[in-house]
């Protein structure tokens, strides 16, 4: 909540601001992570190698249309 009281904040102040939630599972061991920190990085970058092998072992085409879409936006 307190990320959101900011962003609205900026936004009474004049400001412009993009939030999101992110309550996409980490397909490792069979969702054990959840929605998990560090999560969105891969996500948003759309680079699934390095250690974000932790999270998504291999990207799956789930994974990589969520990418597509969080890039898009």
Known sequence: MPSLRLAEAQV?????VHVY????????DDGAFGACHFLDVPLTFGVFDGFSHILI?????????LSARIRSA
Do not use: I, K, Q, R
């Not at 939630?21 to 490792?28: K, M, Q």
């Open 12 to 16: 009474a102040g004049g400001g412009h």
């Open 21 to 28: 939630e992110l309550a996409w599972n980490a397909p490792a």
């Open 57 to 65: 072992p291999e990207p799956t085409p789930d994974a990589e249309a």
